[in-house]
Each structure stands twice: as structure tokens, then as C-alpha cells.
């Protein structure tokens, strides 16, 4: 995808655009759908091995040091090399965003919206491609992989609506004598910060989000994703949006994170990641650099304990799917994964039986392979993390499945596992794995469920499986989360339909694909003028 300048787009309005609706996922049992993302993973094959420049200001620019993304999958196989920015890159790169910011805050919104919806229409037209892309750089299975473009393009189409809503003439009353207006206007310059396991839709969401409300940014891709966020970052220099814009800038965290987070012309970070590294963001952008004349923003998205309760009222059937499918999607590298089966005790044996046929069904590979639903962990470090606390597990609570490293496979792959009487707080009930690790705890009763779900430092998804009324309306009121889900499994957000965030340690509450999501990119200006 080589960028083709096609200068400023027409506007779009709100009357001209139809309305907003999530796209559907394609079905790869059907022939003609396998055979298009066969080849989209081919043609993505015959690209590898390329090295990416840093883009500031339109300027394309090396760095002393290089690092290369590879395949867990395939470790091997390179996927593309990529520059480690230094320092003073990375401050270059505030300053030119800086200088940006004066022209594209200015450009009306609805030619900023367009931008969205014309990369939305050509992210369309190669969806296989971001996917397949996926699939090789962080392991993605089809359907996973096909999810997270799906959801790419939703940020695109539902933020630029948004914007025009914000855009248009907002209702304040109006005092006698006056004409009385709020207007909202941007920040200024963002560090957007996404993470791997999301790396099209939440670099896709974070980015345009700010953009399209007319801030500017540094855009530093995960180090284990950048290929996926080159490839957006392409697409939008074809759709013609102005140099310094957005500004590619790849490397570590330490020096590229820190220097643009720390950066007195910085204006706001959008960070998602751990608990760790968002708590070190969110201390660094407190401290107020000499020249800075605001306090920074943080929307800050840090990850989950998310449990789901099986009431002993339950669809167990229901339950084990739901449960299996919120544990293991994306090898459980989900913020919102299920990583705790809260299982009332009368219940539990049953709910157990249920549940195993289902983890022993999931096959298991390389996910370039169709048919594979559960593919490498994203890296080796992750891999050598997640089988530590496996075998903290083993000493915490019973092992029902897995327990190791998968055999026969050249990449970072983890069995699915799964232990049994795991205790409210055990390590494995407490500490974010992000990895294909369930621990199941038993409850009492349905009042200590809530009890245990709760009893976290962490407040993003969960959900309840129950046919009583009256326990879904309790969960509403008691069960403590950003993204609560009765009767369903507790991963699968819809842009517009679920917006998403959580309470505590898991973050800001910044409820991405939600009709809030872009206040948190401006701010609100009053201007009251008096009539003659």
C-alpha cells in the first residue's frame, strides 16, 4: 500500500452519511471468503521483511538502531524491521505535531470526518489484508483477526459521526438578551500509546478519535505490533491527511513513551496496556515541565480480573460455551478475557463436566491455518510469564487441562488450561495473566459470587449467567464493572453498542465506541454574546 497524496476531501455531513451500523463478520466455511483470505495471506507473505522508516512531519527518517518484528507463530520469519527513535526523535516529533496542530485544528470538522469515513471505505475493500497481517504479526486466528478489522472500521465510521454531532449547535438555554453557545475545541498534541493485542482496532480507535476532533499526534505502536499500525499509518497518508498529523514514531517505551509523555508541548496521553506501565504514565504526566501551561489529560485503559458468575439458576450449557469462549479467544490476551469462573458450588461439578469438552475441542496451531482457533502467545516473554503462573497454579489449585507449553510447535504456544478450587484470593484470582489460563472458584451461594467477582482491584467486564430476574437485576446494581454482560460472555464489545472502559485499576472509564469517548479529546467553550 504505497501512499498516493489525493489532496483535502469534501466534507461530509451528518444528512449525507447513513446511519451507523457495526460491521458483520464474514463466515470462512464459505468457500469464496477462505479463498480471499488464503490469498491476502499470501500476498501479505511476498511483502515481508521490509524496513520502516520513522514519519515526522511527512519526513521519512532512520534511526541509529533498528528492532524486527517477527512471527510467534514462526519466531524466524520477520515480518518487518522497524526504527528504535531516539530521544530526540521522539521530541522532534512533539514539536512538529505542535506546529500541525495551529492548520489542522482549524479545518472544519466535517472535512476532518471525511478523512474517517474515505480510510473506513478502503479499509473495507482490504480487510483480509489488515487481518492476514494480524495473523502473521501477533497470531490472530481468522475470525479474531477479522473481528479486530471489523472493529477498525467501526472507529472510523462511528467517530466521524460523532464529530459532526459535537460540531453541530449544542443545546444550552438561553438567557434573555443573548445569544448563548457552547462550542467544544481540541487539546492540542496527543501520545497515543496502543497496545498488541488490539493492534489495529484500539491504534485505529485511539488515533482517530483524537484526530478527528482536531488534535494531532505522536503515534508510538506497541514494539510487538508496529507492522499493523505501519499499515494503518499508510492508509492514512493515501487518504491525503496533512503531514504531522499523525506522527509514526517507533521504539521503546522508556525513551519514545517517556518523552513523548513527558513533553511539556504534550497535551494529553491515550494509553492502553498493563496496570504497571499506566500507573508510571499517569505519575509522569502529573509532573508539570518548565513551559507547560496545562495539566495533562490521561485516558488510560489498563486491563482486567474479569470473572464470570454461573449462578446455580444457569444455562449451564450456555455458561461452559460462554465461559470457554471469553477464556481462550486470542489465547485469553483479552483485557476483557474471563480469566475466573465464579461457580455457585451446587452447580460446580455439573458446570465442570460441561466445560472441559469444550477446552479439549479447541484445535489448536498455527493460526494461518484455517480452522485453528487458538494460536502462539504474542511473544516469549509472554509465553515464559503465563507458564510461571501455571505453575503457581498448580500449587494454588487443582489442574484440569493443559498445564505446559505446546508440543510440536516452533513458536510461543500455551496449552489451554484450566485449574479447578482456586481460592478468592490466590495469586491465579488476583494477579492479570493475559494468557489461555482459567481458574475456577466455588461460591456458596449467589451472594458470595458477588462477593468473590468483586474482590479485585481491577473493574472492567464481567457477566452472570442466571434465569433469575431478580439476581440480573442485583448484578446491575452490585456487580462492580465498566462492561457487564447477563447471560453472554463477557468479551465481544460492539463499537456503539458496548462502550467500553472499566472502574478501579483497569482505568479511566474512557468507554471507547461510546457516545462520551470523544469529549475526553476537547473541551467545552462558552461563548455568551449580547444581543442589541
Not at 361 to 368: E, K, L, R, S
Not at 457 to 467: D, K, M, Q, V, W
Request: contains cysteine.
Amino acid at each position: 500500500m504505497n501512499p498516493v497524496a489525493t489532496g483535502r476531501l469534501a466534507a461530509v455531513s451528518l444528512e449525507t452519511l447513513p446511519p451507523y451500523a457495526p460491521t458483520t463478520y464474514f463466515d470462512f466455511n464459505q468457500p469464496e471468503p477462505r479463498a480471499a483470505y488464503e490469498r491476502a495471506l499470501a500476498d501479505v507473505r511476498a511483502t515481508l521483511g521490509q524496513t520502516r522508516p520513522l514519519v515526522i512531519g511527512g519526513e521519512r527518517i532512520t534511526a541509529p538502531k533498528t528492532f524486527a518484528s517477527t512471527n510467534p507463530s514462526r519466531p524466524s520469519e520477520v515480518i518487518a524491521h522497524f526504527q528504535s527513535a531516539t530521544a530526540e526523535q521522539a521530541a522532534r516529533a512533539v514539536d512538529v505535531a505542535f506546529d500541525t496542530f495551529r492548520t489542522w485544528s482549524r479545518v472544519p470538522a466535517g472535512e476532518r470526518a471525511a478523512y474517517l469515513v474515505e480510510a473506513a471505505r478502503r479499509m473495507r475493500e482490504r480487510r483480509h489484508h489488515f487481518s492476514a497481517l494480524m495473523t502473521l504479526e501477533v497470531g490472530k486466528s481468522w475470525y479474531e483477526a477479522d473481528a479486530d478489522t471489523a472493529e477498525a472500521i467501526d472507529f472510523l465510521e462511528f467517530y466521524a459521526r460523532e464529530m459532526l454531532r459535537y460540531a453541530a449547535p449544542q443545546p444550552v438555554h438561553q438567557m434573555p438578551g443573548e445569544k448563548d453557545e457552547l462550542v467544544y475545541l481540541p487539546l492540542g498534541v496527543g501520545a497515543v500509546i496502543p497496545p498488541w493485542n488490539f493492534p489495529l482496532a484500539i491504534c485505529v480507535g485511539m488515533t482517530v478519535a483524537a484526530v478527528v476532533t482536531g488534535n494531532t499526534v505522536v503515534l508510538k505502536p506497541a514494539s510487538d505490533t508496529p507492522a499493523i499500525a505501519w499499515a494503518f499509518f499508510e492508509l492514512m497518508e493515501e487518504v491525503g491527511l496533512p503531514p504531522g498529523v499523525i506522527n509514526f514514531v517507533s521504539g521503546g517505551g522508556a525513551v519514545v513513551g517517556d518523552t513523548i509523555v513527558r513533553h511539556a508541548r504534550t497535551r494529553f496521553i491515550s494509553f492502553t496496556g498493563s496496570k504497571e506501565v499506566g500507573i508510571g504514565i499517569n505519575k509522569l504526566a502529573a509532573e508539570v515541565q518548565p513551559g507547560q501551561i496545562w495539566l495533562k489529560r490521561v485516558v488510560a485503559e489498563m486491563g482486567g480480573k474479569d470473572g464470570i458468575i454461573v449462578d446455580d439458576e444457569a444455562d449451564l450449557d450456555a455458561a461452559a460455551l460462554g465461559v470457554a469462549q471469553a477464556a481462550f479467544g486470542f489465547q485469553g490476551q483479552k483485557c476483557s478475557a474471563c480469566s475466573r469462573a465464579i461457580v455457585v458450588d451446587k452447580v460446580h461439578d455439573a458446570f465442570v463436566a460441561k466445560l472441559l469438552p469444550h477446552v479439549q475441542a479447541i484445535v489448536a496451531g498455527d493460526p494461518a491455518k484455517h480452522g485453528v482457533a487458538l494460536g502462539p502467545v504474542a511473544s516469549e516473554r509472554a509465553m515464559k510469564t503465563i507458564l510461571e503462573y501455571i505453575e503457581v497454579g498448580r500449587r494454588e489449585g487443582k489442574l484440569l487441562a493443559g498445564g505446559g507449553r505446546m508440543t510440536g510447535e516452533d513458536g510461543w504456544f500455551v496449552q489451554p488450561t484450566v485449574f479447578d478450587d482456586i481460592a478468592p484470593t490466590a495469586r491465579l484470582a488476583q494477579e492479570e495473566i493475559f494468557g489461555p489460563v482459567l481458574g475456577i472458584i466455588r461460591a456458596r451461594d449467589f451472594d458470595h459470587a458477588l462477593e468473590i467477582a468483586n474482590n479485585t482491584e481491577y473493574g472492567l467486564t464481567g457477566a452472570l449467567y442466571s434465569r433469575n430476574a431478580a439476581k440480573l437485576a442485583r448484578a446491575r446494581e452490585e456487580f462492580f464493572v465498566g462492561n457487564l454482560y447477563l447471560n453472554r460472555k463477557c468479551t465481544g464489545a460492539m463499537v456503539g453498542c458496548h462502550p467500553f472502559g472499566g472502574f478501579n485499576m483497569s482505568g479511566t472509564d474512557s468507554k471507547a465506541g461510546g457516545r462520551d469517548y470523544l469529549l475526553l479529546f476537547l473541551q467545552g467553550k462558552s461563548v455568551a454574546t449580547k444581543l442589541t
